[in-house]
């Protein structure tokens, strides 16, 4: 058993987002061990690992801090990716949106301070930039949250700061802008528009663009999250850690463009789904007219250089979901 490159903790593993990072570090040779309640994770995002003696699974809540220091333990780095995602969900349901990101995420910074791990890299996000109008997002200038959910984005990077200041916990927020990609869950009320638009296309349904589809966004391929997710757990330039990047393209797609490329990729594998139309409702609350980040800093302090453009991604994207969910 090679366990020389040190064990990680993603929280939230069994997610989109994290099920990715288990398959990848686990593949470079790390122990992975995984924190999930499975509220909007799937077992069947991890079921492939379970044999592995590389990987453990630990049932649990981030909203329990023993669950916490009992997962943390022993690790030395850790991945948080455990939150309730959603704006919409966020409007709809605010108090427990705060507690599992906003009290849940006090209580992994404190169960990693106490097990001295080495870094603590967390998803923080693009909503974070709120009502700000400058493109492209730059990392110092932010504007007010729009959502309750980009209030516990934004407090969580305030907490890691302290953190890092008061405790030298070493920290890096990943301000991820509109991650899509394998394994993401079309289904559901609170579902990306990205996997949702595919299953509706291959239904030969019409998807429903909020607003009349001007809005972009800088829609940001997985394998990119990957690659940032690594360089801020690996990097030994000090002058990297106890900050926050962007973590996205730097490039943006509008809705109609975006529903454009998801039909031409998909005609390859049926030729119907052209000729499907696409219907307009109206803007969503809290929503951002547009989104575009600057990856200068990452490229800078990280070395990151984005690996999918929007067309790339999307095309291994709708691949995937042919193959998986046809």
Partial sequence: MNNKLGTILITGGAGFIGSNLCEHFLKRGYKVRVLDNFSTGHRHNIEHFIDNSNFLLIEGDIRILADCNKAVEGANYVLHQAALGSVPRSINDPITTNDVNVSGF?????????AKVKRFVYAASSSTYGDSESLPKVEDKIGKPLSPYAITKFVNELYADIFSKTYGLETIGLRYFNVFGRKQDPKG????????????????????????????????????????????MTTNNVDA??????????DRTNLNELVGYLKEFLAYYDSNIANVETKHGPNRAGDIPHSLASIEKAKDKLGYIPTHKIKDGLKEAVEWYWNNLK
């Fill in 106 to 114: 006090l209580n992994m910074l404190v169960a990693a301070r106490d």
């Fill in 189 to 232: 009320a609170y579902a990306a528009v990205i996997p949702k638009f595919v299953i509706q296309l291959m239904n030969h349904e019409c998807p429903v663009i909020n607003g009349s589809g001007d809005y972009s966004r800088d829609f940001t391929y997985i394998d990119n999250v990957i690659q940032m997710n690594e360089l801020a």
């Fill in 241 to 250: 850690i106890n900050t926050v990047y962007n973590t996205a393209v730097g």
